[in-house]
């Protein structure tokens, strides 16, 4: 017994007649024929008699035929539901974070996304922000949070989209009692304090580049005590009087308050965070639903 035969009892049981049960259906006259002929032999019942006013129920087909329109019911709500589900978002989305979360809005984000596409499946990976843009151009990450730095062209600037979302600056934090030192104190009279150095896939690295070594604006090499690959643990180091190094603007000025950290009034270097994906993949339905739930969070972007 298939469902095209009891389509086509259905729709004659209710035109009353073959002719119109053919052309609600879009199929000829004979094949409806058949399919009712068929139905009668599966069934071992006559659902439908011919009277000299059409097709008309018997008191089996009477019987069967809210059984059959329920059939037929659940087959389209089966449809539907398949329909609609080929049409949502799934798979794997595997997002590069920085820094912490609380500054990426990165639980915003996720909110947003998963309200959007509830069966994607996010995958989360924490590095520094080249090594982040670097896993994206080779395809290991399908996404990621970037720190772009003043005439940043990245590395492929034809391949990859950078969405900014927020520019700020970092400012550079000293150890308590360090005020005379930092305070008045352009790049070259700083260049000669210690300093905390970070990798170079960090953004740190990158933004002393432009201030101290071969080709910077100084052109002084900085007195580098430590290297250190946490913003947790450079803040940490800065504390306990190690060196100088570069913090966030508003985390320089909370720990300035809190905690009496000097901070250097005449030097800063700006910076954006980012989100970064390749190009090519802008349409893939998971990177394009997160740059969606970007546009929600970060509006102003």
Known sequence: ?????????????????????????????????LHIKNLHEQTGLRLLTRTAHGMQLTADGSALLPLAEKVLLSVSGFKTAAQ???????????????????????????KELLAYARHLEIVLAH??????????????????????VPDDTLAAPDTVLCKILTRFSYRVLAPVGWESQVRDKDWRQLAALPWLSTPPQ??????????????????????????????????????????????????ALREAQAHGLAIANLVNLDCALSF???????DDPPVAAALMALDRVWPSA
Do not use: W
Not at 133 to 147: C, H, K, T
């Open 202 to 251: 960090s953004v740190h690295h990158r933004l002393l580049s432009l201030v101290f070594g071969e080709g910077s604006l100084t052109g002084l090499d900085a007195n580098y005590v430590a290297l250190v690959d946490q913003e947790a643990s450079m803040l940490d180091l800065v504390k306990s009087g190690v060196g100088l190094s570069l913090v966030r603007d508003h985390i």
């Open 1 to 33: 017994m298939n469902i095209q035969s009891l389509a086509a009892f259905v729709a004659v049981a209710r035109e009353g007649s073959l002719t119109r049960a053919a052309q609600k259906l879009h199929i000829t006259q004979p094949a409806v024929g």
């Open 276 to 282: 970064v994906c390749l190009r090519e993949r802008m």
């Open 127 to 148: 590095g520094m922000s080249g090594e982040v843009l670097q896993r994206v151009m080779r395809s290991e990450l399908d996404a990621g949070f970037y720190l772009c």
């Open 84 to 110: 609609r589900r080929s049409k949502e978002i799934r798979g794997k989305l595997r997002i590069g974070t920085i820094l912490d979360p609380e500054f990426l809005r990165l639980g915003m984000l996720l």
